[in-house]
């Protein structure tokens, strides 16, 4: 539904704050060190032969956004302009325009298209200001319908996402794909990755013991990220905690993704899509302040900056300044974005952008442990095993670039460069476990300095369209994708200030104030990673009217390598250099589905995906003639049905899935391991086999006016065949995330109520940790729980909203990370308060 707000500034007074965000963007790149150029999510394009339209009757501002995500066309009204008025829907190939004017027939509105691709619905309303001639002031918020944007759509769901490359629409993507929207991120108050996927279905987040958040799908740790688009690896398991000024949308994608990820786990992949600079000038304030003194401020620039709209840029800052419900902890952050896009021709679009994160604090690094039995600890959740000393300084830079060229209507071709560098620097003690329950005493205490880093490139080039054959038009896509990634990871060791086996939960505060000093190198990895490069297609055939084949296939090589030294920790000499590598050329990974409409609004599909993880540093027997075992592979069998309800408002889909892992590394009883130092361990078999099935039900978007729902349930069952036993016990069997809100009808429009809650069965880890020189299997194990969250809102003017967020209301005490005895194991978060006040202009 369009959402109100006043604008009655002509584009001349645009060009003013025009200028100003011109000379902020050219200051951010330039500081940066330059402009470079980045992709720009293609833009609708419309058919003068027509569009296959299907708009159900029902209200007309419904309908108009149906029509306009089916035109990709941008549409702005005034909510009272279309009150109480219906259509009688239409459908059939027409011209955007002609089936624009059908659906206003009558109803006493009329259009104006400010260019190809935004049109405005005028009339008279009582509900709203008129201008001198009469017409009715017009609200300044775009309803985003052409591009998978969802930034002033108001809606928990879209039809479109970038990660669904080669598809029109989520329904034309034969697995489960969940979009977390900009309006669900805000009226949630998801400030970062590791929130928002928390809250995402199907997706169980874990923090583990390094601090940054894991996630994990249908039993498998999800390890491949995209932005835009653009895969991005991290080597290190020191991955960044995006903040999400600066994103759009974070689409997740559950099951073996291949076709466009290249090597990784079959649990999904996630993109995060930025924000664009926008066809008209806007600008947005955001001020919040919380529990444990958390204070954050965030700002939005965007608009034209030449008088044709040929050039637009956009700015995005966010500033954080907090403290923790643990203490001693704490965080500044600093959040920095600009891009620009310009219209070189009317059919080539080029765009540049950079972004900065930069966060620094005291930030207790390892979690907790556990008691000897394996018991979770139930100390106080306000305290933090860390010191006064430690900090974590953390930067991510990111640097794309891109160009675009439409032939026509119907073909795009696309060219995007990335580069991210990731650098974290760390001074920490770490308390392991796990804890004697008599003497109260840690297994180890031992302090560390620490450099990582991850630093990746990666290009794209691809060309999709649509071509007619055998009477029936078709879709292809064909790219070519380079990536490359290079991390390091080097400890140091540091004087302690503590005598070994003396530090326990009692004494453990003597340790701040003294802050041990850096001695020398431990170990360091000073060069690892991974190169791959691709051919990747998708071809989707229209077979009839309702059935829809999709064919595709990657074909790709995978490189590793590694450099690693060791260190006499007591004088810093080099022990010894080992470096390895291997590689794994012509892997082809195949896609196949099947979609079939079942009315205009539902469709069912069958699916097989697949994906690989390389293992070629394992080696078969004999040692005389031993031979690199193949990829690790993982095939994902999916069978769903998808659905859209309230014309688009409203997306539904279920899912039932099969994944099987195969041909894992196990070692061979028939040969010793080697010791030769190389890393080149022989002997051993593909034997391993992962299986994992599930159901995914979600629903999201509105179910009736004003009222909007963001909804998952998941089941999960998975094994190792090899000894039957549960493969994730991480992986929860049950899981329910619920968001809602409502805006109050009448007199009571201004107030907004919500709320949401996360259900979770049972859950555990087990493995086996090296304790007191010996190896014990353990089990940590936690019952299912319920969190509820609160939300409520309330519009000031047209400018200016308050909302207050309360996080955990009935204040359930619960671990939202589960680890080892030796630590990762974290305390969900008590109940806390944020009050945020936002302003649009």
């Known amino acids: 539904m369009a959402q109100s707000s006043v604008c009655s500034m002509s584009y001349p007074a645009a060009i003013r704050p025009a200028r100003l965000l011109g000379a902020l963007l050219l200051s951010t790149l330039v500081l940066a060190g330059g402009t470079i150029a980045a992709s720009r999510p293609a833009a609708a394009q419309e058919s003068v032969q027509g569009v296959a339209f299907s708009i159900p009757a029902g209200p007309l501002g419904q309908a108009l956004l149906v029509w306009g995500r089916q035109a990709g066309v941008q549409i702005s009204y005034l909510d009272a302009v279309t009150s109480g008025k219906t259509t009688t829907g239409l459908s059939g190939n027409l011209r955007p325009e002609q089936a624009l004017a059908r659906l206003l027939s009558g109803s006493g509105l009329r259009y104006s298209f400010s260019d190809p691709r935004s049109v405005v619905i005028s009339g008279r309303s009582t509900a709203g200001a008129t201008a001198p001639d009469g017409s009715v002031v017009l609200d300044a918020i775009t309803l985003n319908a052409s591009g998978a944007t969802t930034e002033g759509s108001g809606s928990y769901t879209t039809g479109e996402a970038g990660i669904a490359r080669g598809a029109d629409s989520l329904k034309e993507v034969p697995q489960s794909v969940t979009v977390v929207t900009r309006q669900a991120l805000d009226d949630q108050n998801l400030t970062t990755i590791e929130q928002a996927m928390a809250k995402t279905p199907g997706i169980v987040a874990n923090r583990e013991a390094t601090s940054a958040p894991n996630f994990y799908a249908r039993g498998f740790k999800i390890n491949n990220y995209q932005i835009d688009g653009m895969g991005t690896a991290y080597e290190s398991s020191f991955r960044p905690d995006f903040d999400l ?26 993109n995060l899509a930025r ?39 956009r700015v995005v800052g966010a500033w954080q300044d907090r403290d923790f419900f643990y203490a001693p902890a704490d965080q500044k952050k600093r959040v920095l974005y600009g891009v620009l896009e310009y219209d070189l021709t009317p059919d080539t679009t080029i765009s540049a952008g950079i972004s900065q994160q930069r966060q620094k604090g005291n930030t207790w690094f390892l979690g907790l442990p556990t008691w000897s039995d394996f018991q979770l600890l139930d100390i106080d959740r306000g305290r933090a095993l860390n010191t006064d000393w430690s900090y974590a300084d953390r930067k991510i830079t990111d640097v794309f670039a891109g160009v675009e060229h439409r032939f026509g209507a119907d073909w795009v071709l696309k060219f995007s460069a990335m580069r991210q560098k990731f650098d974290s620097d760390t001074l920490r003690i770490n308390p392991t476990g796990p804890i004697d329950r008599e003497t109260g005493t840690f297994a180890d205490v031992f302090s560390r300095y620490e450099e990582t880093g991850n630093h990746s490139k990666a290009a794209d080039l691809n060309l999709q369209g649509r071509f007619r054959a055998w009477g029936r038009e078709h879709r292809l896509l064909v790219g070519a994708d380079w990536r490359d990634s290079d ?43 991974a190169t791959q490069k691709g051919l990747y297609g998708r071809l989707q055939l229209e077979a009839t009217d309702r059935l829809h084949i999709i064919v595709g296939g990657r074909y790709g090589n995978y490189e590793y390598s590694s450099l690693n030294d060791y260190y006499d920790s007591e004088t810093g000499a080099l022990l010894s250099s080992t470096k390895t590598g291997f590689k794994d050329t012509g892997i082809f990974t195949p896609y196949a589905a099947a979609i079939y409409d079942v009315t205009p609004d539902w469709s069912v599909y069958a699916s097989l995906t697949e994906i690989y993880k390389p293992q070629a540093n394992y080696l078969s027997g004999p040692p005389d003639r031993a ?215």
């Open 245 to 270: 000024a600066i994103y759009d949308r974070i689409e997740v994608l559950r099951g073996a993704e291949g076709l466009f990820s290249g090597a990784g786990e079959p649990g999904g992949s996630v």
């Open 487 to 529: 991390a390091h990871q080097n400890m140091y060791s540091l004087s302690e200030v503590f005598a070994p086996g003396t530090i326990g939960l009692d004494n453990f505060d003597q340790l701040n104030g003294v802050r041990p000093e850096v001695l020398y190198p431990w170990f360091t990895f000073p060069a690892y990673g």
């Open 627 to 841: 031979r690199p075992l193949d990829p690790i592979t993982g095939r994902n069998y999916e069978l769903g049905a998808k659905g859209s309800l309230m014309g688009g408002a409203l997306n539904a889909s279920a899912a039932l899935y099969r994944i099987e892992r195969k041909g894992e590394a196990a070692l061979d009883p028939a040969y010793p391991e080697s010791s030769d130092g190389t890393g080149l361990s022989c002997c051993y078999v593909a034997q391993g086999r992962i299986v994992s099935e599930g159901l995914d039900l979600e629903l999201s978007g509105e179910i009736a006016p004003d009222w909007q729902l963001f909804a998952g349930y998941t089941w999960n069952h998975n094994k190792n065949t090899r000894d039957d036993m549960v493969f994730s016990a991480l992986t929860l069997r049950h899981m329910l995330k619920l968001w809602t809100d409502y805006t109050l009808p009448g007199d009571w429009s201004k107030w907004t109520l919500g709320g949401g809650v996360t259900v979770k069965s049972a859950q555990a880890t087990a493995g086996t940790a090296r304790i007191a020189g010996v190896t014990q299997a353990y089990r940590i194990e936690q019952g299912g729980y319920a969190v509820w969250d609160a939300h409520v809102g309330y519009r000031i003017d047209d400018r200016w909203q308050m909302a207050l967020n309360v996080n955990n209301i009935f204040d359930k005490r619960y671990y939202s990370a589960l680890g080892t005895p030796t630590g990762g194991n974290w305390y969900g978060e008590p109940r806390s308060a944020t009050l945020t006040l936002r302003g649009r202009f």
């Open 275 to 313: 924000k664009r600079p926008t066809e008209r000038f806007q600008s947005s304030l955001a001020l919040s302040y919380g529990s444990w003194n958390n204070r954050r401020i965030e700002t939005d620039i965007s608009g034209p900056l030449t008088r044709d709209g040929s050039l637009r840029g």
